[in-house]
């Protein structure tokens, strides 16, 4: 099998799961977000475009409903032994295989978990869900389980997180010698990539942003490339990636000079980073960090050109999004414990002007001080 863990890392990952489960009262629990399948098990794939479904139950069994084109896949990638088939067919509807599992798993009228908020279950095939269950048993929706789970990084998991960290260090090494005038963006790119798939790395989760000239203010990857001019701005957001562990960097870089108000957004950027690796400790909360961010955006008059958000949680992740929740956003709850993996951004776009700038990293909590994977400083990228 090929397995990124020790099957004692896995085996403690389902007990943290069955006690969370006993304590509100569910029977089984049906997981359908890739990332809750790999955490628990292992299981690789980017099957979860179709219906699947790995049920987990109270007394620790764990069995898995997917297609044929994944039956290997389970066998060869997960710890999984129990897999169940659903036909592809006309007019299937996977939902009563998965009413017909659950009957022989000896579920039937039982308190059933359903993780409904996941890319792995579109809105029709949850509606199908739903249609079948609804008198099968009591449904509750037991969306944030695995994911809180998966907020607290164990040591084995650390390791990786800091071998993408690695690897995203490496692709910002790779570029900075493209970033001139006349360096094209589809070759810093490749560079980027070939860099983290040469250190064993893999595909990220979604796609790297670049973006330069006024396309350096968008905060989404859009098709299209262009070359530098003599005096440019360039925004790059992308993560080194290891067994799926994602690291994120962003940096916007300048050719040529900094103009003034380039260096005073930079300025910016900085000064709120480091109030947010303030805020980023034990005792604060995520709506904290977001709250220093803004104290320092709205003291440089910058509010107008900030964003709603300044970072997420990250981890092992799967298409579309490397972001993970919880995020930091006004009056998010959540608090900050060691062992979390976060990616603090401070994004700045000045449209009126057509100035971007970006600074973010990715940091390792602990019970002071965060800790910033990067070996890469906060300077201000003039090439």
Known sequence: MALHFERSEFDARRDRLLIEMAAKKLDAILLFAQE???????????????????????DGSMTLLTRSADLRQARHTSILDNIVVWTDRDNSNPAIDLRNLLNDLGLLGARIGVEYDTHGLTALNGRRVDEQLQTFGQIADASSIVSRLRLFKSPAEIKKVERAAALSDDALDAALPLIVQGGDEGAILAAMQGAIFTGGGDYPANDFIIGSGPDALLCRYKSGRRKLNKNDQLTLEWSGVFNHYHAPMMRTALTGRATKRHQELFEAARDALLAVEKAMVPGKTF???????????ESHGLTKHRLNACGYSVGARFAPSWMDMPMFYQGNPEPIAPDMTLFAHMIVM??????????????????????????HGLDLIVQ
């Open 36 to 58: 809750s399948m790999y955490w628990l098990t292992g299981y690789d794939t980017f099957g979860f475009c179709f219906f699947q479904c790995l049920v987990v139950k109270l």
């Open 350 to 375: 000045d449209s009126e002007t057509e100035t971007a700038m970006t600074l973010g990293r990715t940091y390792l909590t602990t019970e002071s001080s965060p800790k910033p994977f990067s070996r």
């Open 287 to 297: 709506g904290d960090v977001f709250e220093a961010h803004s104290r320092v955006m």
